[in-house]
């Protein structure tokens, strides 16, 4: 089975600090991506990466950057944390080949203060 | 731009009951369509979803549902609800077009509420 981790289930940190979410997928998916997941919203595409140190912004980049140095790990980066950036995190994987099918990881669930 | 919107962010069936949860798309070129669950404090996970072959998709849990061109709907189905259906469901599309990589836009979601 595929497998999505992510490096935190909780995280909580201070306005202003740097925040790095890490993902990695074991099944080799060249396309992994980052949502939000708010009461409402749904999910918000933040960014995704179609390829090693390839990116493009979702429809909510702002706020937000990414890394993608190795095929199966995807990071995404809070450079200055604001407490509007309080949600749930979550990073996905698929490939082509699979039809889309997205496989996700178990969230994090950030809390800025 | 592609967009999905789905009709009603809370849904309430008796159990037993037709379960109907409502999408429509926005699309410039033919789409992929998927309709993923979230149960209570776990990830999300497929049901079910259309690739341009047959219209009506059979998913896991006896889901089903059926893409409309004429409507670009890609409404979810279940004949009788289960308390265990309880979840919130939510439905994404992406182009079938090369240039997007493969991006999955998400609706708002829907809560579904089964009562006994």
């Known amino acids: 089975d595929v497998k999505v981790t992510q490096s935190s289930r909780y995280l909580v940190k201070r306005t202003g600090e740097k925040v790095f979410l890490e993902c990695v997928q074991d099944m080799d998916h060249e396309n992994m991506f980052w949502y939000r997941q708010d009461p409402g919203l749904g999910l918000r595409l933040i960014y995704f990466?179609?390829?090693?140190?390839?990116?493009e912004k979702g429809d909510i980049p702002e706020g937000y950057s990414v890394s993608r140095e190795k095929k199966e790990r995807f990071s995404l980066i809070l450079e200055s944390a604001s407490t509007n950036q309080t949600s749930m995190y979550l990073c996905?994987?698929?490939?082509?080949?699979?039809?889309?099918?997205?496989?996700f990881g178990p969230g994090t669930r950030l809390t800025v203060l | 731009a592609q967009s999905v919107t789905q009709l009603g962010s809370h849904v309430s069936v008796s159990e037993g009951a037709l379960v109907l949860l409502r999408c429509n798309y926005s699309s410039s070129v033919p789409p992929y369509l998927f309709w993923y669950v979230q149960y209570p404090n776990q990830g999300l996970q497929l049901l079910l979803k259309y690739t341009s072959a047959a219209t009506l998709v059979k998913g896991i849990n006896g889901f089903e549902a059926e893409f409309k061109k004429s409507e670009t709907s890609f409404h979810l189905t279940k004949p009788s609800a289960h308390m265990s259906d309880a979840a919130e469901y939510f439905c994404a599309v992406s182009d079938h077009g090369s240039s997007n990589t493969g991006k999955l836009i998400f609706g708002q979601g829907t809560t579904l509420q089964v009562k006994p």
């Open positions: 996905a994987s698929h490939t082509e080949a699979s039809g889309r099918k997205m496989f």
């Open positions: 990466s179609y390829d090693v140190k390839m990116k």
